[in-house]
């Protein structure tokens, strides 16, 4: 494949869209109301971007990860391909739906280019203007990874272009040649002295891949069951509402909130979550011939997107060795993720407790049961130490660590749902976090539609972190409220000024992180 001079394009850069989220069974009306949110404000940006260029460049759109939720959208007997996208279904998959699969992967991806059809119309469009679309893979659409997936979603653009009016015009592209604008990127995007962009899921444990180049289960042909994968599959997907970033308080106060039978049923998905990582916990131990194939797979992939982006096989095996391991591959770490630890403690401090006051006389009952939750208490403080950090901590550091190894003035993650915009040393070189597009949940509507813009100019290239609002890309300030009487767009004098801080010329800008800690 030929690819055009990057040098020629600017770029813009968004993640965490979680297209099709209102088509999981648990969705309610708020969230396809949020959802008709998201893609009212995601076609207007495309529209706009597919009328305007600056200084005549043509712009390259990379959706950095989890554009298609394909955690949350489910296959179930419901569905009319069934039977034919899985021969013999299993009794769990009759429960819990499909596999993650490259076939049930191209049904979820025509599921969404129906739901999100005015999406698609848009994306098609913005093609048939000169610019590119590009695809990084992230933990919730890792499926991308696959050729038939990939496929499909082109065949969804040129779906989309055939059913626009312009597409009957003489002289008009067809929909093969609109959709050979889109390209897919199972790892990282990168333009040489520019930017660097992947999703930044290897920097978390809950979600991130032993071989991302080739995420298959040891010896099966579906997506390696991970926290992420397995939280989303038995509790998120089951029950709704609930929260992956909660604490053992949380989940017991939303038990309780829940009912009896609601309480029994969240109890109950729950333990069908833990009985999955127990058998992935064992499945990674598979037979060394099964994992040997698989980390040769992962590092032929790796060696083809060496060659692809000119960059050494040593580099990309460097930058590979950065991730994160995950916690599913470490029992004790994956118990204390899974909240194991805490439910032994404070069980025995409970049954320590009783036991006292049936056994022992007064003042020693007491004083036995306090010192048993006490304890407990403190070995649950002290674990608590080793207990998995937010991945937004680990970004600046995996930047920094890019920055050396590559040429790339910017690096771009995803992921962390933060808007985030830091200097990485004193040589004008710059971290960005895309945040999110969607405005439900953390951080907030007012922390939503950000993105990044790359821009080639005649002194090099700058970036800039932005927020979508108003019906176009403004610098995004950090804390920004909208003034009482006042339209969104009219701000204090002193809050607009700060906004050149997140703005990347040359190496000025100021930190403008808001990284929330992985609740325990």
Request: charged share 25%; with cysteine.
């Amino acid at each position: 494949m030929t690819f055009p001079d990057s040098g020629r394009l600017n770029t813009l850069v968004l993640s965490d869209l979680h297209l099709g989220e209102d088509l999981a069974p648990t969705a309610t009306e708020a969230t396809r109301l949020h959802v008709d949110l998201v893609e009212r404000q995601l076609v207007q940006f495309l529209r706009h971007y597919s009328r305007r260029r600056e200084e005549g460049r043509p712009w390259r759109l990379v959706f950095n990860g989890d554009l298609i939720d394909f955690l949350a959208i489910t296959i179930g007997p419901e569905h009319p391909d069934f039977a034919f996208l899985s021969a013999r279904p299993s009794p769990e998959e009759h429960k819990y739906g499909l596999r993650r699969t490259a076939k049930s992967a191209v049904a979820v991806v025509e599921a969404v280019t129906r739901r999100h059809a005015e999406v698609f119309r848009a994306l098609a469009r913005f093609l048939a203007r000169g610019n590119r679309l590009d695809l990084v893979c992230g933990n919730h659409d890792v499926e991308l990874t696959w050729p038939a997936v990939q496929a499909a979603f082109r065949a969804g653009i040129a779906r989309a272009w055939s059913s626009l009016p312009e597409s009957q015009r003489a002289g008009a592209a067809s929909g093969d040649e609109i959709a050979r604008g889109v390209d897919f990127h199972p790892w990282f995007f990168y333009d040489r002295g520019a930017v660097w962009i992947e999703h930044g899921h290897q920097f978390d444990e809950c979600c991130s891949f032993e071989h991302q180049l080739d995420p298959r289960r040891p010896g099966g042909d579906d997506v390696v069951m991970n926290v992420d994968n397995a939280g989303a599959r038995y509790v998120a997907n089951r029950v709704a509402d609930a929260e992956e970033s909660w604490s053992m308080a949380g989940y017991l106060r939303f038990g309780a909130g829940l009912g009896l039978r609601g309480f029994v049923r969240l109890a109950l998905a729950y333990s069908k979550f833990l009985a999955a990582m127990v058998a992935a916990w064992r499945n990674g131990k598979a037979r060394p011939s099964v994992m040997q194939e698989r980390r040769d797979s992962h590092l032929a992939r790796l060696r083809q997107l060496a060659s692809r982006w000119q960059l050494s096989e040593e580099t990309l095996l460097a930058l590979d060795s950065g991730r994160r391991p995950p916690v599913v591959g470490h029992l004790r770490r994956l118990l204390s993720t899974l909240m194991l630890d805490r439910i032994v403690l404070y069980s025995g401090a409970l049954l320590l407790g009783v036991a006292s006051l049936v056994w022992l006389r007064m003042p020693y009952a007491p004083a036995v049961a306090a010192a048993g939750m006490v304890g407990a208490l403190a070995l649950v403080r002290a674990l608590n130490r080793d207990r998995l950090r937010h991945p937004g901590h680990f970004m600046p550091q995996a930047s920094a660590r890019i920055h050396e190894h590559v040429d790339a003035r910017f690096v771009v993650f995803g992921h962390s749902h933060e808007p985030v915009a830091e200097a990485i040393g004193t040589e004008g070189k710059m971290y960005f976090n895309t945040g999110t597009w969607v405005p439900s949940g953390r951080p907030g509507i007012l922390r939503s539609f950000t993105h990044v813009i790359v821009r080639h100019r005649e002194s090099g290239p700058t970036a800039e972190l932005c927020q979508w609002r108003d019906g176009m890309s403004r610098a995004f300030t950090p804390g920004w409220r909208p003034a009482r009487g006042l339209e969104p767009a009219a701000r204090p004098a002193e809050v607009a000024t700060a906004e050149v801080a997140v703005a990347a010329t040359g190496g000025s800008g100021a930190p403008a992180s808001a990284r929330a800690a992985r609740a325990g």
